[in-house]
């Protein structure tokens, strides 16, 4: 839903996914943010922002996917077939508090940036304030967030959202999912349950 870092933390990563070993080097990193999750006894949780009407807005729905496919042990909100989006985030995030102890979500969204900065993933704790780059006003997600950088910021955001190469968006998407799902399999983490 094209995100804003909200309160951005200092601790944060950021990594091209043409680096020769990306999945590796993100999973690390996801690493130090489960272990946190997992040591402070709560159920870890990702939500994925956006939506699949546009295509550099997709990123979230499509890593959702994605991480179902590959059957991540932890739950997972915001596909493509269900989106969370600006008109159902405030819902899910209720269902979400409702069905899980403590929950400590990890919210994945896309963002816009400088051109220099495209293709780039960013992991760090705090929360993203989703729909900021487009005007849009949702209160901020997360306990520590992932977003990538789709395309470039500054001018007619909604267009530049439509016309964002989905051969980009898919890779990004790709990578997320990858290398949470390796994160996930080498970590110590129980499967969570919901609550309900």
Known sequence: ???????PQKLESKLSIHTPTIIFDFATKIQTILYEAQTSHRDIVFVCIGTDRSTGDALGPLTGTKLKLL???SPIFGTLEE????????DY??????????????AIDACLGRLDNVGYLSLGRGSVKPGAAVKKDLPPIGDAY?????NVSGFMEHLVLQSTRLHLVMNMADTIARAIAFALRHSKLPSVKASI
């Open 93 to 106: 995030m209720n269902i979400i508090n409702s069905q899980f102890h403590r929950p400590f979500v990890i």
């Open 146 to 150: 992932i977003t990538g950088i789709v």
């Open 83 to 90: 989106p969370v989006h600006a008109t159902n985030l405030v």
């Open 71 to 73: 059957q991540v042990a």
């Open 1 to 7: 839903m094209l995100t804003n870092i909200f309160k």
